[in-house]
């Protein structure tokens, strides 16, 4: 029986990968509304991100079921359904 994990405890786990794949967004505030490309980051460090967090949830889904969210909160929220069953 695994903890409940909430869309924003997948939102926090997004964006601490988000920050050590870029050290320099350390300090950035980052929010739900922000989407990895206007961070900066490319789509190697984006997809690298995604797999560390799904890594972290211990879900196995594949990438190509992820490409519909616009910013991190939409991609929290839809790794939270996966989750969820």
């Not at 991190?72 to 969820?84: N, T």
Request: hydrophobic share 45%; glycine share 8%.
């Amino acid at each position: 029986e695994g903890q409940q994990v909430d869309s924003d405890s997948i939102l926090s786990i997004i964006i601490s990968q988000i920050r050590i794949v870029v050290p320099d967004l350390a300090d950035h505030p980052i929010g739900r509304a922000d989407a990895m490309a206007d961070l900066g980051l490319d789509s190697i460090e984006r997809s690298e991100i995604v797999l560390a967090t799904l890594e972290e949830l211990g879900l196995d889904i594949p990438m190509v079921q992820l490409h519909g969210p616009r910013n991190i909160g939409e991609l929290a929220d839809l790794l939270h359904a996966k989750r969820a069953g």
